[in-house]
């Protein structure tokens, strides 16, 4: 039997439940997920064998009216992602309709393939979403349409099974037991700033970056890993510490806990907290992230 092998790309509004969704689909978090908009900042992909299909999704950050250098930078590579892709999938937010971010989305995906995913149907009534679904196919044609929850699981077999037969027949591209084209380091540094979201309030976490400083495989099978938190201004950094250090204490634990879930190792963790005021005009930031810097 012949094989396939193709790119899928996820795209979709802020917050849609894409991450989610690349996680579900590759039984693995390779991509972080926060209750906040914009956590996802550059393309990560997840890689899923079904049968004689190798499919290579990719994860994209939100798709927004860009404000600054960064969300520049997010926006294109999302729709660089959608454009690289052999099929798109569009994640449609089911709680909160076709609104004006589902729109955005919708106008630059003309003349793609694409594959309509409404999400998060867990969270609405059934007898929303046939007039929901409706109401995008108005606006072009889709591949196929369906109804999923990232979250339960409902409906992704489905989905998975579709996919599987419609990817371009061809070789596989990357070995059959690999989950992501992430570095370690890029992984590594993605599970703090997660944690740092998930416990940094209002504007902050969109203000700082991680870096992965240092990774040294030790004797014992255990890893060291220093990484630097940037934050955009002094005041900034005793909230990252907190009373008594006790914030970036449970972060640093937090995000140790889930590195050596990932790894299969166990893992020293040292964290430190740097004042880069303007860390969002390093291109270095950016290609660390696998972002183009926007000039
Ligand atoms: N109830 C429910 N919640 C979901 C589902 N999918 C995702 N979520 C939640 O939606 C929130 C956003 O999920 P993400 O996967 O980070 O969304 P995203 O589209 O990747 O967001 P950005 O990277 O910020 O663009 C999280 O709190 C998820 O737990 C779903 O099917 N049902
Ligand atoms: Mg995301």
Not at 36 to 51: C, N
Not at 80 to 97: M, N, T, W, Y
Not at 266 to 278: S, Y
């Amino acid at each position: 039997m012949s094989t396939r092998c193709g790119f899928v790309a996820i795209v979709g509004a802020p917050n849609a439940g894409k991450s989610t969704l690349l996680n579900a689909l590759v039984e693995a978090k390779v991509a972080i997920v926060t209750h906040k908009v914009q956590t996802t900042r550059t393309r990560i992909t997840g890689l899923r064998v079904v049968g004689e299909t190798q499919i290579a999704f990719v994860d994209t950050p939100g798709i927004l009216d860009p404000k600054h250098r960064l969300e520049t930078a997010m926006v294109r590579a999302a729709w660089e992602g959608a454009h690289d892709a052999d099929l798109v999938l569009l994640v449609i937010d089911a709680g909160r309709g076709f609104d004006a971010a589902a729109q955005r989305v919708v106008g630059g995906l003309a003349g793609l393939p694409v594959v309509l995913v409404l999400n998060k149907i867990d969270l609405v009534a059934r007898d929303r979403l046939l007039p929901l679904t409706a109401d995008l196919n108005a606006t072009r044609d889709f591949k196929a349409t369906f109804m999923v929850s990232a979250k339960t699981g409902n409906g992704l077999d489905d989905l998975l099974a579709y996919l599987a037969r419609a990817v371009p027949e061809g070789p596989w591209l990357f070995p059959k037991d690999q989950l992501t084209d992430a570095s370690e380091r890029l992984l590594a540094a993605e599970i703090t700033r997660e944690k740092l979201f998930l416990r940094l309030h209002e504007e902050l976490p969109y203000s700082l970056a991680v870096e992965t400083t240092a990774w040294e495989e030790r004797k014992d099978g255990s890893a060291r890993v220093e990484q630097t938190i940037y934050v955009a201004r002094e005041n900034h950094r005793p909230i990252v510490l907190g009373a008594k250090g006790a914030t970036i204490k449970a972060v640093g634990s937090a995000a140790r806990g889930d590195l050596e879930a990932l790894l299969g190792r166990r893992v020293h963790l040292f964290l430190h907290v740097k004042v880069k005021p303007d860390w969002t005009d390093d291109p270095e930031r950016y290609r660390d992230l696998g972002l183009e810097f926007p000039r």
